[in-house]
């Protein structure tokens, strides 16, 4: 799916597929976390990888809302992974990729904290 050329600040998503998103005209093929001002490499690389300390090193991010993308299709993660995450304000949405993504570009549009955590394996 593509989307309008962006012009706000920030990394939004230009587009996507099953095998990666497009920011600022560069293909990402990989598992990745994404801000308004960061772009970088995320490990796990699959959902059957995501572990409690992937989430919890979100918070280090210090941002208001984590969009977790959890593949082509929806899958949460144990509850009590989250919690650290909210004992420290931050609000965490769990999503296929397809809704994180468009749900990361308004809520970036809107200049809020959020940070997507992308799994892209």
């Known amino acids: 799916m593509r989307f309008h050329q962006d ?10 597929d099953a095998g990666g998103i497009v920011i600022r005209d560069q293909r990402i093929t990989h598992s990745v976390v994404v801000s308004a001002e960061r ?3 995320w490990s796990p690389h699959r959902f ?21 993308g959890t593949g082509t299709t929806l899958r949460f993660p144990p ?3 989250l919690v650290g995450l909210q004992r420290n304000g931050i609000g965490i949405e769990v999503m296929g990729n397809d ?3 468009r749900t990361y570009n308004v809520l970036l549009s809107e200049d ?6 992308l799994l892209l394996g």
């Open 112 to 117: 809020r904290n959020v940070l997507l955590a």
């Open 39 to 41: 772009l970088e490499p």
């Open 79 to 81: 509850a009590q992974w």
């Open 48 to 68: 059957e990888e995501l572990g409690e300390d992937h989430l919890v090193r979100l918070a280090d991010y210090r941002p208001g809302i984590v969009i977790l």
């Open 7 to 16: 012009t706000s600040r920030g990394n939004a998503v230009q587009s996507y």
């Open 99 to 101: 809704a994180a993504i």
